[in-house]
């Protein structure tokens, strides 16, 4: 649903030398590619997994450490998305639905975060819980803004898929209505 650029331009190599890691393609292989990371779905994956790192990193310094389990878990599963779509996995795994696994981890996501945040807030006095509850409140407008994309997205593709399976039905009972009629 959200290919990165198939052929992204190398980035220039000063002449004479090679880069040090050119031959060695080891780790390179799991980092997602440039033109990925700078789509708008990479940014908003990579916005999401740093907010929810720092949110967890917050809730085990404070006193509300009851919900640091949440931001770990949309953390590693934002990671696991990250890599799951630089690495086109969706192409791979036809089986699965990706936009709706990922739209219900969004969903899920900003109503876990918004709730967590506001008891983090209004409930414990410390500073990392306020500070988890902002970071909270942040990670909510930015899950919030991933799903309403992936909604518009899957709402625009079955919307298409729609109307051309109206204009089929339309025209088979039409074909059906003249063929009765003579």
Known sequence: MWPPDP??????????????????????????????????KGRLLLAESGLSFITFVC???????????????????????????????????????????????CVTAALIYFAIS????????????????????????VFAIDFYLIFNDVAKFLKQGGSADETTANKEEEEDSDSDSD
Do not use: H
């Open 118 to 141: 506001i008891t983090a807030v209004a409930k414990y006095s410390d500073g990392a819980s306020k500070a988890a509850g902002v970071f909270g409140f942040f990670a909510t407008i």
């Open 7 to 40: 052929d992204p331009e190398p980035d220039p190599e000063p002449a004479g030398r090679s880069a040090p890691g050119a031959g060695v393609p080891g780790l390179r292989a799991l980092l997602p590619a440039r033109a990925f990371l700078c789509s708008l």
């Open 59 to 105: 809730y085990v310094a404070s006193s509300a450490s009851a919900f640091l389990t949440a931001p770990l878990l949309e953390f590693l599963l934002a990671l696991f998305f990250l890599f799951a779509d630089a690495m086109q996995l969706n192409d791979k795994w036809q089986g699965l639905c990706w936009p709706m696994m990922d739209f219900l981890r």
